[in-house]
């Protein structure tokens, strides 16, 4: 059962414009949430996290908001640059585990 | 530091066969996790070692088992491979238990199986 879930499996974006990433989950259990990123042939990179006490962190170019009662978490990325380009893995911790999404391929254009 | 270091990279074998990951943390990290990557599925956790236990589990058949030496370095096994089982495994490691700190993944094993 899957309990961190990416909707879209795939995101186009012009460079300078702003990419935003969704990722619901089910379980109200879930006290801390996680962006990984990943390249081809590599492992995924920490990217940015939010407790679930905060409803906003930011980092950079890199935003991550929180709305706990509608079980959703978005990242922003702006301006999305032509390295941005990977696949972006939502997670969750609970259970003393991460759950992670099935990923967004995330494509900024030239 | 060194990062997470897998190996072997790539490998190929038939179904029927059995196999053996391994996996070596960053140094100081006690806590290993093991992931199953396929395409559309994500990452779907297999277990978790921390001192060399068990601690955590995923819903993965019997045929896929692990362990964790003393020093911290991690190896899973599956036996009786299926074409099912073809995938990209990866594994993470953390300073804390229940992999609950940041997770340092390691570039992963390529499994194929035919």
């Known amino acids: 059962d899957q309990q961190v879930k990416q909707n879209s499996p795939s995101l186009s974006v012009q460079e300078g414009r702003i990419s935003i990433l969704n990722c619901d989950y089910t379980n109200s259990m879930f006290d801390y949430f996680l962006w990984y990123k990943k390249y081809p042939a590599e492992g995924p990179t920490f990217l940015i996290s939010i407790s679930s006490i905060k409803d906003k962190n930011e980092d950079g170019r890199f935003t991550v908001f929180l709305n706990k009662s509608a079980k959703h978490l978005s990242l922003h990325i702006v301006p999305s640059q032509p390295g941005d380009s990977a696949v972006y893995f939502c997670a969750a911790r609970g259970d003393y585990k991460l759950s992670f999404g099935a990923g967004t391929t995330v494509t900024v254009r030239a | 530091k060194a990062g997470v270091t897998q190996t072997p990279r790539y490998l190929i074998k038939t179904r029927g066969q059995q196999v053996t990951l391994s996996c070596s943390p960053i140094s100081g990290h006690r806590s290993v996790s093991w992931y199953q990557q396929t395409p559309g599925q994500g990452l779907q956790f297999l277990f978790e070692y921390f001192s060399e236990t068990q601690r955590n589990k995923g819903n993965f058949p019997g045929r896929f088992s692990g362990r964790q030496f003393s020093n911290s370095r991690s190896e899973m096994n599956v036996s009786t491979l299926e074409l099912g089982d073809s995938a990209l495994y990866l594994c993470?490691?953390?300073?804390?238990?229940?992999?609950?700190?940041?997770?340092?993944f390691g570039e992963g094993s390529r499994l194929t199986v035919l």
């Open positions: 993470a490691s953390s300073s804390l238990e229940g992999g609950v700190g940041e997770l340092f």
